[in-house]
Every structure is written in structure tokens, then in C-alpha cells.
């Protein structure tokens, strides 16, 4: 089981002049405890499940960027890009230039988007909810067409490419590996089965239900189920002085057997760091093996 750091929440006690510093503290940290992964939302407003939309929001490939520059070893990506959010070909050539500065340590998430509000806020794009999904899966095309060389052009329904040239091409191998967010049962795993190489699901009772359904896809599809990363959002509270940690141990063996490989969240109290040493000393070695 490997662990990931989401940072989703960037009110911090030392406000924005400090945001900056404390945050490359948090990668570092993070990047040294053992993590395998940091990610950060695609939001340009806070969403309702975390603070008011007035919270500090940070655009999301501006701060991979940043955080690629101070860690050496985690993975990056959004968890996850909304996909009206920027045109497929510009997508692409984002994750492409992250995963060239990062040396190969970038990953494209994915999902249909949701949060209309900021978006008609923003005045960004945002169709009905089955346009998103099919958008998605032209994008998801669209950028696998452009890293593995192929410079034709592309016509789809919504996205019209007329060279889908892409250089420098990503160091990943054969690309970045890209991770779909969401579990609708139809039309979600469908996509994961056919392009995707990892999930991310939310822990509920339903979640071995999902799995289920994602190796019927997989079936359908001619996909290998055991080859994609099963991953789950499981939000990380050590306590004042470390004392859940046996807890959070015994939680993620529960996903462990359930088949989930990585387990991603946020982390109670992160821009203190002591949370950080913690889960690296304590809940990163008691779950490596499982």
C-alpha cells in the first residue's frame, strides 16, 4: 500500500505572503516521508465540502510546476483536471511539460468536472453533464494520440485538431500514466477500462461493489483489471500527538484486502509538517507491505 498527499485546502495560518515557502516545506516533507504521490485539485474556487469559495484557491499546473521544483522523487497531478477546463491538445502539452521538468514524474487526472458554480463564476466552459462525458473521452484520445507520436490531425464530435504535434515528448513511458476520478458505474469505469491506468474512488460502503463493475469493463474491453492501480481517497488525521495512527493502519489494511494498492488524501494540520513525520515514521513502514 503506498500513500499520496493531497492538498486541497491552502488557508494557512501564515496566510498568502507565506503560502509559497510553506508549501515547497510540505512537498519536501512529503517527498522525504516516503509518499508516492502529491496532487492537488483542478478548483479555481474552494469547494463547498472543504471551506467557502472565498478561501485561497491556487491554479492547478502552476502549483505542480512549483512543486516539482522542490521534491525529487513523488509523482504529480491534479486529483482531477475538470476536462472543460482547458482544450485537450493544451492538456496534454501541460502534463508533457510537467513530466519533462519533473524528470517522468507526472500523471494526467482526469474527470468530467462538477463544480458549475465557479465555473459560470469564471466564465469557463461547462456543457450538460452526457457533453462532458463525451468530451472526456475524446480528450482521453486525443492526448494518448498525441504521446505516442501521431501528429494527424483529429476529428471528433466536439474537438477538431489539426496537427497534434507534441514536442518535447514526455520522458514516461509510453506516457504519463493517467488516472480517471470517479465511480458512475456506466459511463466512468467504462473509461477507465478502456484508457485509463489507475482509478480513484471514494471510500463508502459500495466500494468493493465498484470494483465488480470495473472488471466487467475491464472483460468487455479486453483489459487487463489487474493492471490498473486501484486507488481511494482516505483523508489522514494522526491526531495531536500521532494517536490514530493505529487506526489509519488498521483502515488501510481493510482497503488493502479489498484490493486498493494506493490510498490518497488530505492531511489534517499538513502546513504544521509534524503530521507529515509522523505518517513517514509510523503508518508509511506498517503499510508498505500490504
Known amino acids: 500500500m503506498k500513500l ?25 516533507t512529503a517527498d522525504v516521508a516516503g509518499f508516492d504521490r502529491v496532487s492537488v485539485m483542478d478548483h479555481v474556487w474552494q469547494i463547498e465540502m472543504i471551506g467557502p469559495p472565498e478561501h485561497e484557491m491556487l491554479e492547478a499546473y502552476t502549483t505542480l510546476g512549483y512543486l516539482a521544483a522542490h521534491t525529487s522523487r513523488v509523482r504529480l497531478l491534479t486529483l482531477v483536471t475538470g476536462v472543460t477546463y ?84 514526455a520522458p514516461s513511458r509510453p506516457h504519463p500514466p493517467i488516472l480517471i476520478g470517479g465511480q458512475g458505474e456506466k459511463k466512468t469505469l467504462r473509461l477507465v477500462a478502456k484508457y485509463a491506468q489507475a482509478c480513484n474512488l471514494y471510500a463508502s460502503p459500495e466500494l468493493g461493489r465498484k ?11 479486453g483489459t487487463d483489471y489487474d493492471a490498473i492501480e486501484k486507488t481511494v481517497l482516505y ?18 489494511g481493510r482497503l488493502a484486502e479489498q ?32
Not at 211 to 221: K, M, P, Q, W
Not at 240 to 252: S, V
Not at 265 to 287: D, F, K, N, Q, Y
Request: aromatic share 6%.
Open 86 to 169: 482547458r482544450e485537450p491538445g493544451l492538456l496534454a502539452k501541460s502534463v508533457t511539460t510537467l513530466d519533462v521538468l519533473s524528470g517522468g514524474r507526472a500523471m494526467l487526472g482526469v474527470g468530467a468536472a462538477w463544480n458549475e458554480a465557479e465555473a459560470r463564476g469564471l466564465g469557463l466552459f461547462f456543457p450538460p453533464l452526457a457533453e462532458r462525458f463525451e468530451r472526456l473521452e475524446e480528450t482521453l484520445q486525443i492526448c494518448l494520440q498525441m504521446w505516442r507520436g501521431d501528429d494527424g490531425p483529429y476529428e471528433g464530435a466536439h474537438y477538431r485538431l489539426g496537427r497534434t504535434l507534441n514536442s518535447p515528448q
Open 235 to 252: 483523508n489522514f488525521d494522526v491526531g495531536e500527538k500521532g494517536e490514530n495512527t493505529g487506526r489509519i493502519i488498521d483502515d488501510l
Open 259 to 290: 484490493g486498493f494498492t494506493v490510498a490518497h488524501g488530505s492531511v489534517t494540520g499538513v502546513s504544521r509538517i509534524s503530521p507529515l513525520e509522523t505518517i513517514g515514521s509510523e503508518v508509511i513502514p506498517a503499510v508498505a507491505s500490504l
Open 4 to 28: 499520496g498527499l493531497h492538498i486541497s485546502d491552502f488557508t494557512w495560518p501564515s496566510g498568502p505572503v507565506r503560502l509559497g515557502p510553506e508549501l515547497a516545506d510540505v512537498a519536501r
Open 211 to 221: 470494483l465488480e463493475v470495473l472488471r466487467e469493463h475491464c472483460e468487455r474491453e
